[in-house]
Nanobody, 122 residues
Framework: QVQLVESGGGSVQAGGSLKLSCAVS????????LGWFRQAPGKEREEVAL????????FYGDSVKGRFTISRDSAKNTVYLQMNSLKPEDTAIYYC???????????????WGQGTQVTVSS
């Protein structure tokens, strides 16, 4: 059974940074792709970032390009989302996701975690 456990969320002022972590069950290379999406109240789900378990190819949503970075530590079976220059509109629940059935920007993940809240105040 796939388990994805996010951590690292919290409250930060605009312009600040946070780094989210996602512990993945099993070996990270067993997942074709891994990524992050977010959901804010009253808004549609937004794809944030995606990377493949192998290689360096990454994708980012237009609203986070240049500010967010997705990465992985294969030895720790962990995926990260470094978020810099945070804005109030980044406030959302962030979900780690895996095993995509589609292509960016519609990855159609099969699995995701419980989410971690990120709140950015102005």
């Amino acid at each position: 059974q796939v388990q994805l456990v996010e951590s690292g969320g919290g409250s930060v002022q605009a312009g600040g940074s946070l780094k989210l972590s996602c512990a993945v069950s099993g070996h990270i290379y067993s997942y074709y792709c891994l990524g992050w999406f977010r959901q804010a109240p009253g808004k549609e789900r937004e794809e944030v970032a995606l990377m493949f378990a192998a290689g360096d190819l990454t994708f980012y949503g237009d609203s986070v390009k240049g500010r967010f970075t997705i990465s992985r530590d294969s030895a720790k079976n962990t995926v990260y989302l470094q978020m810099n220059s945070l804005k109030p509109e980044d406030t959302a629940i962030y979900y780690c996701a895996a095993r995509c059935n589609g292509q960016w920007p519609y990855p159609a993940y099969r699995d995701w975690g419980q989410g971690t809240q990120v709140t950015v105040s102005s």
